[in-house]
């Protein structure tokens, strides 16, 4: 079945620790979203990519930055990990054609020791 | 901003009943869609209703719009224990969509 991958599932890294997670779809779409979602909270667009064309939100601080190798994968890096980064990050993607609706992996739950 | 707010941000309905769950936004939207969220999982999307539309019916699901309030509502009649999860409205406009804190459903079996 034509999905959205996210690895891992659980991701423990250190205060400072750069970290990355993954996500992968069979979708073929050719825009890639990223979300942090806080405990109780909305998902919080830090970015997206059209294709290759990176868009970045306005207030994603400069640590969280992203890379897009191929259509079918998506990386998110954080490069100083702070405690207030904890969260769930969740991937999406949607068709170039009809950008609307959005297909979303299952998310990976980060935790900043 | 277009973000939506959910009403009542927590229900707990008895399996059969019918769940109501509203949405207010502030600014023109190209559509208003609903997700579902179980606990500590994605997202997965319900519903989309167009601008120019007032109401949409999906399976179990009825979602209306009002343009002239901002506002929508989301009803999943004979719900079931299944239907237990994190309902989000969320805002298309502008290329992206903006999520509301989103309503926690609980179904008593």
């Known amino acids: 079945d034509a999905m959205v991958i996210q690895n891992p599932r659980y991701q423990v890294t250190q205060f400072g620790k750069p970290v990355t997670l993954s996500c992968s779809q069979t979708l073929n779409h050719n825009v890639m979203y990223w979300y942090q979602q806080k405990s109780s909270q909305a998902p919080k667009l830090l970015f997206h990519y059209y294709d290759k064309d990176f868009n970045n939100e306005a207030d994603t601080p400069d640590n969280f930055q992203s890379r897009r190798p191929n259509t079918s994968f998506c990386f998110l890096d954080i490069r100083s990990p702070g405690l207030g980064d904890a969260a769930m990050y969740l991937c999406?993607?949607?068709?170039?054609?009809?950008?609307?609706?959005?297909?979303f992996g299952p998310g990976t739950r980060l935790l900043v020791l | 901003s277009q973000q939506g707010e959910e009403d009542p941000q927590a229900l707990s309905i008895q399996e059969g009943e019918n769940a109501t769950m509203n949405c207010s936004y502030k600014?023109?939207?190209?559509?208003l869609q609903w997700y579902r969220q179980n606990s500590g999982r994605g997202l997965v999307h319900l519903i989309l209703?167009?601008?120019?539309?007032r109401e949409k019916h999906s399976g179990r699901l009825r979602v209306t719009l009002d343009t002239s309030k901002k506002s929508s509502s989301l009803l999943i009649t004979a719900s079931r224990a299944a239907d237990t999860a994190s309902y989000f409205c969320a805002c298309y406009g502008n290329n992206r969509l903006a999520f509301g804190k989103g309503n926690q459903v609980v179904v008593i079996p």
């Open positions: 999406a993607t949607s068709s170039g054609t009809t950008q609307e609706t959005q297909y």
């Open positions: 600014t023109s939207i190209n559509n």
């Open positions: 209703i167009r601008s120019n539309e």
